[in-house]
């Protein structure tokens, strides 16, 4: 697991690259070759506005998950190039986590900050790879699987209290 650590909050409480890396690796799902993101750590100004430009909504968010696309390349010559260079890195794209946020959630729901900050690392990591929650049945099978790894962490399941309420 390859993580480029981007720092851009004034929050002192943030987890160590070592976690974000353990957390992320938790939850690639495959093993063909190293996977690498990038973790961009910001304020609400810049989640607010990319949450405003890429979904639409006018506030911040907790966590916004940016799955690369492999360019296509007319050009046989250039696409090779492109591959000898990538070699077996497995690029997924960029996680942008809003650190105030994360603090003033894991407040809000009465946990611990650095389980906050596992649960949105995994949750944002199954993004990069195709998972989502916007369809009934895709939500279960993801939060199960976010449940289970985090579980693994001896983190409590996220969704119960959501469920109970």
Do not use: C
Request: charged share 25%.
């Amino acid at each position: 697991m390859i993580i480029d650590l981007q720092i851009a909050s004034q929050s002192k409480q943030l987890p160590t690259l070592e976690h974000l890396e353990q957390w992320a690796e938790l939850a690639i799902q495959s093993s063909d070759a190293e996977a690498e993101i990038t973790i961009r750590i910001v304020d609400d100004a810049e989640s607010h506005e990319l949450n405003l430009q890429y979904r639409g909504k006018d506030k911040p968010t907790n966590v916004l998950s940016f799955a690369f696309e492999q360019p296509e390349f007319d050009d046989p010559e250039l696409a090779a190039q492109m591959a000898a260079e990538l070699g077996d890195i497995n690029y997924l794209g960029d996680l942008v986590i809003n650190a105030a946020l994360v603090a003033q959630e894991a407040t809000e729901q009465d946990k611990p900050v650095e389980d906050h900050w596992a649960h949105l690392v995994i949750h944002g990591t199954l993004h990069l790879q195709g998972f989502d929650h916007i369809q009934e049945a895709e939500a279960q099978a993801m939060e199960t699987l976010e449940a289970r790894l985090l579980s693994s962490l001896n983190i409590p399941n996220p969704y119960v209290a959501k469920q109970s309420t």
